[in-house]
């Protein structure tokens, strides 16, 4: 069975800082990956950023990254020069290779202060 | 384009009674998935719908059941509603693949059981 885990019910940051929000995960299966979703008050789960168990370098996209340690099997996610536009609920979810059943973590909330 | 798009928005129910839940895919996608997000938590997968059949389904009782129809829109059903069916309701929609960074989540249907 896979578990994701969200320590951190809700994070405070000033606007242009930057704040990492934490992810552990446990799981059996050697192939994997690891996902990034913000959720707006609107409900919408709005895919950011992926990583593949296999991938040697931590991903990218824009003002996010993914800091994944394997061994700690953890993927933080990090967004850089935060906006007020940031703020919402985020959510990682990992998936087994070849499944159609993702887990998601509870949840971190985001409250980004001008 | 359109993305994923959810009908009702909101609905309230009265408990034992059934409901239905509706979803129209991105276009171009084939697959319908429905997931439950109770409050304060992450969604949680129902089932996957695929060439009109269910292909995988989560851990959620009979009652809860669905439908894909020839244009690959979608329905969930809840029969019998409990208090505890009270959440927001979620389609995420994609191309016949595994669970991938394709899938698109609609706004959802956030359903209140009194």
């Known amino acids: 069975a896979q578990k994701i885990t969200q320590t951190q019910p809700g994070m405070f940051v000033q606007e242009k800082e930057a704040v990492t929000l934490d992810c552990t995960y446990d799981t059996s299966d050697p192939s994997y990956g690891l996902f990034w979703y913000k959720q707006p008050s609107s409900g919408e789960m709005i895919f950011l950023i992926y990583q593949g168990s296999y991938d040697q370098q931590n991903a990218t996209e824009g003002r996010y990254s993914l800091n994944f340690q394997k061994a700690r099997k953890s993927a933080n996610l990090v967004i850089s020069a935060s906006q007020l536009g940031d703020s919402a609920m985020y959510f990682c979810?990992?998936?087994?290779?070849?499944?159609?059943?993702?887990?998601f973590g509870r949840g971190t909330s985001l409250i980004v202060h001008p | 384009d359109a993305g994923v798009t959810q009908s009702p928005t909101h609905l309230i129910k009265t408990r034992g009674q059934q409901v239905t839940l509706r979803c129209s895919p991105k276009?171009?996608?084939?697959?319908v998935s429905w997931y439950q997000q109770a409050l304060g938590q992450g969604p949680q997968f129902i089932f996957q719908?695929?060439?009109?059949?269910?292909?995988q389904r989560g851990n959620f009782p009979d009652r809860f059941s669905g439908h894909q129809f020839p244009n690959y829109s979608s329905e969930l059903n809840v029969n019998a509603l409990l208090l505890g069916d009270s959440a927001l309701y979620l389609c995420?929609?994609?191309?016949?693949?595994?669970?991938?960074?394709?899938?698109?989540f609609g706004q959802g249907t956030r359903l209140t059981v009194v």
């Open positions: 276009s171009g996608h084939d697959t």
């Open positions: 719908y695929y060439e009109e059949e269910e292909r």
């Open positions: 979810a990992m998936s087994p290779g070849g499944s159609y059943i993702p887990t």
């Open positions: 995420a929609s994609s191309s016949g693949t595994y669970f991938s960074t394709e899938a698109f």
